[in-house]
């Protein structure tokens, strides 16, 4: 008989419970933490700088110790059963340290031995191969490009074959191109199985990729969502309307509506939420022409996942 209560279990990848930090010199960078990454998911932590963002993983990673709390990464303990739960994770930094005189292999097998995993010749020559570095093999590291480094970097992480890989701030500062390839590597890893936890500044990389999104502002996880519920939930639509001639104020019998004019009088904005199942448009439409208020032109934007974030970490605690 299958046990439920096993499998929800096995569901999770990482489990972090009430975990808090309060750095020696009394700054408190977490408080009571409690998030469960799901196996299989790209997990995106968003959060402003200082946040905590790079505190949390480096706790689950093994590099900080919690002042508080437990975690468990793929059900054991990190702190009791490290070489175990350290061999099960990868962590691609946000600084390049890796020893640079050495070369792309040796540091690639160096990183395997350090997890105690047996040589596998095969296995990095498939990481360099997907991450476009097999030519690079026995190259110095000094050697590379920034770009090329980075690629190094999550080979590196890569190398001991994680079931769980955090990137900090993978593309930060790096070209579109190199920024695209990553994503699709990411994807790619994800498809095999491997649970993903990204800490990202860029908005649009959490859009384009998570599952889902939790936003930690100093120190707490204010949220936890599944990405397209989030964006259901707070997004809006707004429909700018380009007037033929400029109104001096809205007139009263449109107060209503969700309505806003543009300060040179020549364009209102209606918004409107993107789950009522009606928009309000047409009778919106059809007022403003009773008004004798014309129109030359429609568009529409939808709020971005940014619009949602700027929101929720502005807001007053
Ligand atoms: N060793 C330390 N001693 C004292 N305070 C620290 C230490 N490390 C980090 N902090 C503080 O803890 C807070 C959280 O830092 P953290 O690096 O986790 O934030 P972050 O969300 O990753 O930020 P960023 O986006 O800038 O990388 C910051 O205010 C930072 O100054």
């Avoid at 994807?187 to 936890?197: K, P, V, Y």
């Avoid at 309307?241 to 107060?255: D, G, N, R, V």
């Avoid at 543009?262 to 409107?272: A, K, N, P, R, W």
């Amino acid at each position: 008989m299958p046990n439920p209560a096993h499998d929800a279990a096995n569901d999770i990848a990482v489990s972090i419970r009430d975990v808090g930090k309060t750095y020696a010199s009394g700054f408190e960078a977490l408080k009571h933490v409690n998030l469960d990454i799901r196996r299989g998911e790209i997990f995106a932590l968003l959060g402003p700088n200082g946040a905590g963002k790079t505190t949390l993983i480096s706790i689950v990673c093994g590099i900080v110790n919690a002042s508080s709390g437990t975690v468990l990464a793929d059900g054991h303990d990190i702190v009791r059963e490290y070489r175990a739960t350290r061999s099960k994770i990868g962590l691609v930094p946000q600084e390049l340290s890796t020893d640079t005189f050495e070369t792309v292999w040796s540091t690639l097998k160096f990183s395997r031995g350090l997890f105690g995993k047996a040589p596998d010749p095969a296995h990095l020559e498939q990481v360099l191969r997907d991450l476009s570095l097999w030519d690079k093999k026995d190259a110095k590291i000094m050697t590379l490009s920034g770009g090329m480094k980075r690629r190094v970097l999550i080979a590196k992480a890569l190398a001991h074959e994680p079931s769980i890989l955090f990137l900090d701030e993978p593309t930060a500062g790096v070209d579109v191109e190199l920024r695209h390839d990553m994503w699709r590597m990411v994807r790619a890893l994800r498809e095999r199985g491997t649970t993903i936890i990204l800490t990202t500044h860029y908005i649009e990389e959490a859009e384009e990729m998570a599952d889902r999104i939790g936003v930690i502002r100093k120190g707490e996880l204010i949220l936890v969502e599944d990405k397209q519920t989030l964006m259901r939930k707070l997004g809006s639509k707004q429909l700018a309307i380009q007037l033929m001639s400029p109104i001096e104020k809205l007139p009263e019998s449109l107060a209503d509506l969700p309505l806003a004019l543009s300060e040179d009088g020549l364009s209102l904005v209606y918004s409107f939420d993107t789950q009522a199942d009606d928009t309000g448009i047409a009778p919106l439409l059809r007022r403003l022409h009773d008004q004798g208020i014309d129109f030359k032109d429609l568009h529409s934007s939808e709020t971005s996942l940014e619009d949602i974030f700027v929101r929720l970490v502005r807001a007053p605690a």
